[in-house]
Nanobody, 130 residues
């Protein structure tokens, strides 16, 4: 079964940290760029970050730059989103997505509306509250 499975969400106080994982099964992430998205209640889904299939290029939304770090371990077939200095406005369901890319695009990624994922995870809830 081809799927992405997120884990690592939960309840954390403002200023705290969480690490989200996105594990792929049925396919290898070597050939896929990864994007993280989030959707807060009553808001549209927004792109948070992306990483190229090679793992060598990353990009972030301004709202999380300097606080979140995306990474990818092709050997473990898993991507991660390390979230530090969390704020209440980071509360949302977080989704990972995978887009297959060709060799020419191994070192670039796009996120948000520009990304055209082949697979989506089921989402994991992140709640930042005191």
């Amino acid at each position: 079964q081809l799927q992405l499975v997120e884990s690592g969400g939960g309840l954390v106080q403002p200023g705290g940290s969480l690490r989200l994982s996105c594990a792929a099964s049925g396919f290898t992430l070597d050939y896929y760029a990864i994007g993280w998205f989030r959707q807060a209640p009553g808001k549209e889904r927004e792109g948070v970050s992306c990483i190229s299939s090679s793992g060598g290029f990353t990009n972030y939304a301004d709202s999380v730059k300097g606080r979140f770090t995306i990474s990818k371990d092709n050997a473990k077939n898993t991507a991660y989103l390390q979230m530090n200095s969390l704020k209440q406005e980071d509360t949302a369901v977080y989704y990972c997505a995978a887009q297959k890319v060709g060799q020419l695009f191994r070192n670039v990624c796009v996120f948000g509306r520009q990304m055209k994922p082949d697979y989506w995870g089921q989402g994991t809830q992140v709640t930042v509250s005191s």
